[in-house]
């Protein structure tokens, strides 16, 4: 496979390459693509769970076990300021 790296990829890779930490172009991307496939992974975990939270979430509604809009969002609202103020 021939791939195309532009001018700031190539210099990031040589720097990376001059600093010892790997051996030569090829680990760096290799270390990039393992990378990016371990983000990709992360990613699908997040979705699904997020998806699991959304079926959970109406199933609640259809057992009338809800709370009002309003309710909700002030909840929100709460725990973003309390975050914001233990920072």
């Not at 992360?42 to 309710?71: C, F, K, S, T």
Request: glycine share 8%; net charge negative; no cysteine.
């Amino acid at each position: 496979m021939d791939v195309k790296i532009s001018g700031d990829a190539e210099l990031f890779i040589q720097e990376e390459v001059a600093s010892g930490r790997y051996e030569s172009p090829q680990q760096v991307v290799q270390e990039g693509l393992r990378l990016l496939h371990e983000r990709e992974a992360l990613d699908q975990q997040w979705r699904e769970r997020l998806n699991g939270q959304i079926e959970d979430g109406l199933a609640q509604l259809d057992r009338n076990e809800g709370i009002p809009g309003e309710q909700a969002f002030q909840a929100l609202r709460d725990k973003s300021q309390s975050r914001r103020e233990s920072r």
